[in-house]
């Protein structure tokens, strides 16, 4: 079964700054699909991200972005300039194709610092 | 496009009633239907998939006969908490995945706060 860890229960970044939300998984597939999900207090799941593991190149929305490193298994979403609105918690989520479920970490409460 | 509406936002009830909770993909059509459940400042936990026209299936621990889950029609799931306690008391949320679109993901909605008193 596949396994989602977020180290980090808990991060602070001041205004502008930039900030890296760890994440690291556990699977033996070879193609699948990551994910980084944001929950602001208003509880809305809110796509943020998405990588497709055959794909090499790292995903980048905006001020988003994520290390993908297939071979350790590790998918860290970096925020530049970080906004008082991306205060929210942080899941990241892995699925095998075709396979619809989401296997969400545990998440990381970001609060952005004025 | 793909909005998931989720109805009710907030409901408060009594112990022992039943609460029916709606979920409505309003732009597409979802053949599968996802119904999570969170407590406060914690992960989602996947209760059901629910697919149109067919049973739900239900993750290991999770009363089928407490949470029941019917998928009628290709926008609508429904989530019922059968005679409610405080301990059902929670945050569900459901997701919508487009039809023909396996690999996509997922579509969440606003989701419900549920409250036993």
């Known amino acids: 079964a596949q396994t989602v860890t977020q180290s980090q229960p808990e991060m602070s970044v001041q205004e502008a700054e930039t900030v890296t939300l760890s994440c690291t998984y556990d699977t033996s597939e070879n193609n699948y699909y990551l994910f980084w999900y944001k929950q602001p207090p208003s509880r809305q799941m809110i796509l943020v991200i998405r990588?497709?593991?055959?794909?090499?190149q790292n995903a980048t929305e905006n001020r988003f972005s994520v290390n993908f490193q297939k071979a350790a298994k590790s998918f860290s979403l970096k925020i530049s300039d970080s906004q008082l609105g991306d205060t929210a918690m942080y899941f990241c989520?892995?699925?095998?194709?075709?396979?619809?479920?989401?296997?969400f970490g545990a998440g990381t409460i970001l609060r952005v610092k004025s | 496009g793909a909005v998931v509406s989720q109805h009710p936002s907030w409901v408060i009830c009594k112990s022992g009633t039943s609460v029916k909770i709606e979920c409505r993909s309003l732009d597409f059509q979802a053949t599968t239907m996802f119904w999570y459940r969170q407590f406060p400042k914690k992960s989602l936990m996947l209760m059901a998939t629910?697919?149109?026209?067919?049973?739900?299936?239900?993750e290991q621990g999770v009363e089928k006969d407490k949470f029941l889950i019917n998928h009628a029609s290709l926008t609508l799931s429904t989530l019922t908490v059968t005679s409610a306690h405080p301990e059902d008391s929670s945050f569900y949320i459901c997701?919508?995945?487009?039809?023909?679109?396996?690999?996509?993901?997922?579509?969440f909605g606003d989701g419900t706060r549920l409250s036993i008193l």
């Open positions: 990588q497709e593991a055959y794909k090499q």
């Open positions: 997701s919508a995945q487009k039809l023909a679109d396996r690999d996509q993901p997922q579509h």
């Open positions: 989520a892995f699925m095998k194709p075709s396979a619809n479920k989401l296997v």
């Open positions: 629910s697919n149109e026209g067919s049973k739900a299936t239900y």
